[in-house]
């Protein structure tokens, strides 16, 4: 039996929970658009063919906000195209995922469907293959009132009132070499830098993202974070990071570990923003928004990646459809427990994607769907973790892992909102179980503990279509509270989340 013991005080806040960071992220790619949220001719689809099972489940998922549409698809993307009567859209070469983009879903149509799953919109520009006039048009259109030649043409095409959209993404992943019209830190830097200027004299409400690095393993990693913010300190809000997590030769403790790497990657970045607030001798405060994070076994997306014919441009074609077990759920646990611990300067993440692609949501055409395992932590964290976060006091044995040496076995975050405490704790140890005792004592008037979590004999254990309710939250009978002490046994590959009252 692993040890684990955390010490709380409310005097002692991470910060407050800006509900941006229960985020997501929808991408023209594979079937996640076509056949996954919108399917006309599905027995729960509606006149406008987005599916109502669906619908369901993105609530009950709780996302607040939905980047929009990409990911690398954006940097060839005409938004133009996805206006105007849908017969006469034309159809495009996505040079991204190799490709055929019908725009039979664009801007009108997925705001649509946001008001009906009740998130906001995080609408990324082009600055791939485009620039600050392209840029301008797609705000004009969708957040000035009227009057205007976009503006009137918004009306025109159903939409009277302004789409209000306040967070913009200046692009996608510039720094790899993948993306369509990469580019340098530099040369990045200097047009985000113009286009954010033009965007603000449109609407001076908007909260803009600047592209941080595709990844922590990227050769220009903080060197391309420090240019860039040079480059752009007075015109933007937030800088952006991406990170995914997949097992790498059965090291599984390393694998449920991967928080430590999120940790590292955002305290790199803190001290990067920092540093170019220091040099600049500035008071301006810049955020992180973390607005691709999952666990996606891109290994396998590498071997499929060259084998497409030269010829073959389908519509929505399988892409990416990962199939997440028990242990991929106590692992993006642990990555929502590292958001948690670092809300002070990560207010906004996007889980990525959503629906089929590297998903927490599946669908099969004509068909159902379901819940991937992955979906239970994050609909439970969006749920309950309100208020404040905590500065959490560990003192817990360690687990050997290959990937990062040794690690503390149990990984936690706490909240606090009206005198309750919300508790994530995630046992990193693969064959032993964790005994945790929290101190509560400054919280006296808290009295009973109810405990909610992941876990399954079988690590590897999955939803699928034929049974998608194989692994489901289970209620953790052991967490006991008194005298100011919860004790809770957390089995080996868990997560759970803990109500304190």
Not at 135 to 154: F, H, I, K, M, W
């Amino acid at each position: 039996m692993t040890r684990a013991h955390l010490t709380l005080h409310p005097a002692f806040p991470v910060g407050p929970i800006d509900r941006r960071l229960f985020g997501g992220f929808v991408e023209h790619l594979g079937r996640h658009v076509y056949d996954g949220i919108h399917e006309p001719g599905h027995p729960t689809a509606g006149p406008d063919g987005f599916r109502r099972d669906v619908i369901e489940l993105v609530k009950e998922l709780g996302v607040t906000t939905i980047r929009y549409p990409g990911g690398n698809f954006v940097s060839g993307y005409r938004w133009e195209d996805g206006v105007g009567p849908v017969d006469g859209r034309p159809r495009r070469l996505d040079l991204a995922w190799h490709s055929t983009e019908t725009n039979r879903v664009g801007l009108h149509e997925f705001h649509d469907w946001l008001d009906l799953v009740g998130s906001e919109l995080m609408l990324a520009v082009n600055l791939g293959t485009r620039g600050v006039r392209e840029a301008v048009d797609l705000l004009e259109y969708a957040n000035v009132p009227s009057g205007t030649t976009r503006s009137d043409q918004r009306r025109a095409n159903g939409r009277p009132e302004p789409f209000g959209v306040t967070m913009w993404c200046l692009g996608n992943e510039m720094d790899g070499p993948w993306q369509v019209g990469h580019r340098s830190a530099d040369d990045y830097g200097r047009l985000a830098s113009q286009v954010a200027k033009a965007m603000r004299l449109v609407d001076t409400r908007l909260k803009l993202v600047v592209c941080g690095s595709s990844n922590r393993d990227m050769p220009t990693f903080g060197t391309w974070e420090r240019t860039v913010l040079e480059h752009t300190w007075d015109d933007v809000d937030y800088i952006s990071c991406h990170a995914y997590y997949q097992e790498h030769d059965g090291d599984l403790a390393g694998f449920l570990a991967s928080g430590t790497d999120m940790d590292a990657f955002i305290e790199a970045v803190v001290a990067t923003i920092d540093h170019v607030r220091a040099v600049k001798r500035s008071d301006k405060r810049i955020d992180i928004s973390f607005d691709e994070w999952n666990v996606w076994y891109f290994t396998r997306w590498n071997e499929q990646e060259g084998t497409f014919a030269i010829d073959d441009w389908p519509v929505a074609p399988r892409l990416l459809e990962d199939v997440y077990t028990v242990a991929d759920a106590v692992t993006v646990g642990g990555l929502l427990i590292s958001l948690l611990n670092h809300a002070d300067r990560v207010t906004s993440a996007s889980l990525a994607q959503l629906v089929n692609v590297i998903a927490p949501i599946m669908t099969e055409p004509g068909g159902p769907a379901w819940r991937q395992t992955t979906f239970h932590p994050f609909a439970l964290t969006s749920k309950a973790a309100r208020g404040t976060a905590l500065k959490v006091t560990l003192d817990a044995d360690t687990v050997p892992t290959a990937r990062y040496g040794d690690v503390p076995a149990v990984a936690a975050a706490a909240t606090t909102e009206d005198g309750t405490v919300q508790l994530f704790l995630q046992n990193r140890d693969t064959t032993t179980p964790a005994t945790v005792t929290v101190d509560l004592s400054a919280f006296p008037a808290l009295s009973s503990a109810t405990a909610t979590g992941i876990w399954d004999d079988d690590p590897y254990a999955a939803n699928t279509r034929d049974d998608p309710g194989r692994v489901v939250p289970r209620a953790n009978d052991t967490a006991v509270l008194t005298g100011g002490v919860l004790t809770v046994t957390l089995p080996p590959v868990s997560w759970t989340a803990i109500s304190v009252a």
